[in-house]
């Protein structure tokens, strides 16, 4: 079946401006995670959604990034006017959600800001 | 303040060799830790886990060894093949964190394994 895909797979955007990066994740899958890769750096975990719900925003680095997610499947990670310090490969992993079921990772979507 | 560290950025090995990459862990409330493995432009795919229950996980040509008192763990491929060029990530999980898995990164270390 179909992996997790995100798009854009690039974006490069001015310092300002607002961004929105999507995840679909597996179909079925109940639990879904942003992380991002930022240079020479480990992933660092961003959001967990259950369902449509996030029970853990505790990784979001500021209250410029927000994400949501609809009908349990689709999400959606909102920069507002980006810093060139939100420079990195962002990451969306989905899992059925039982307990430590594997997560499985899309591509990434690199951002770059200007 | 790195909860999860590879502290050797790479490692390159001759074919046929063992590859031996090393992750050390600083909370000791993780009790579940993975491997991941990464191609470029790729997104990282599971490679194998371990529980801390256990000391061994073995999985084919891939074994996790895990030594809980001294906070290590290490995965050895053998024999390492040219395709296992790769970054490979060391990862762990809480179970404070309940239902929510989510992983806790080293900063990966880049394994070159030369024909």
Known sequence: GAGVSQSPSNKVTEKGKDVELRCDPISGHTALYWYRQSLGQGLEFLIYFQGNSAPDKSGLPSDRFSAERTGGSVSTLTIQRTQQEDSAVYLCASSQGQGRDTQYFGPGTRLTVL | ?115
């Not at chain 2, 529980?51 to 008192?69: A, C, P, W, Y």
């Open chain 2, 1 to 115: 303040d790195q909860q999860v560290k590879q502290n050797s950025p790479s490692l390159s090995v001759q074919e046929g060799r063992i590859s031996i990459l090393n992750c050390d862990y600083t909370n000791s409330m993780f009790d579940y830790f993975l491997w991941y493995k990464k191609y470029p432009a790729e997104g990282p795919t599971f490679l194998i886990s371990i529980s801390s229950i256990k000391d061994k996980n073995e999985d084919g040509r891939f074994t996790v060894f895990l030594n809980k008192s001294a906070k290590h763990l290490s995965l050895h491929i053998v024999p390492s093949q040219p395709g296992d060029s790769a970054v490979y990530f060391c990862a762990a999980n809480s179970p404070l964190t309940g239902a929510n898995s989510k992983l806790t990164f080293g900063k990966g270390i880049t394994l070159s394994v030369r024909p």
